[in-house]
């Protein structure tokens, strides 16, 4: 019988990643193999995973909101995200000593670029994947 831990939808694909499968019916959880499934559903940490889906999400927020600013930003979030990728390592390549003067469109840029990347810094030191999953990368960050 196998003892479920909920630990996210990346639980299930790393048990069928190691050709195993894992069903409920009726409230009871099926295993192809109870005593290897369990073993995975253990030792499974689910927080890189986690983690790295809600920096998509932080990015993907930035860049929603650089849409309000560059109203040529693509609406469909993978275009969107390009653009956010795009745009930071255009930022990044200014020399750090004519950051302090910007214009007001990359000053704005800046400021979401900011927010972003310190909502990723906080992301990265939760050290529980249940609170970064519960992580609002729209209430949470200080955007500007």
């Not at 909101?65 to 956010?84: G, M, N, Q």
């Not at 000593?97 to 990723?120: E, F, G, M, T, V």
Request: proline share 4%; no cysteine; charged share 25%.
């Amino acid at each position: 019988m196998i003892n479920y831990t909920e630990k996210g939808i990346w639980l299930h694909e790393e048990i069928g990643n190691q050709g195993h499968s894992l069903i409920e019916k009726d409230g009871i959880w099926i295993a192809s193999n109870d005593t290897a499934v369990q073993g995975i559903i253990d030792s499974f940490d689910p927080l890189p995973f986690v983690k790295t889906a809600k920096r998509k999400e932080v990015k993907l927020e930035a860049a929603k909101r650089l849409s309000t600013i560059y109203d040529f930003v693509d609406d469909d979030p993978k275009r969107a995200l390009s653009f956010y990728e795009f745009s930071k390592d255009i930022y990044l390549s200014i020399k750090v000593s004519s950051r302090s003067n910007l214009q007001p469109r990359l000053q704005q840029y800046k400021d979401i670029y900011d927010a972003a990347s310190a909502a990723i810094s906080d992301i990265d030191l939760i050290t529980d994947w249940e609170v970064v999953s519960a992580y609002d990368v729209v209430a949470t960050p200080l955007w500007p």
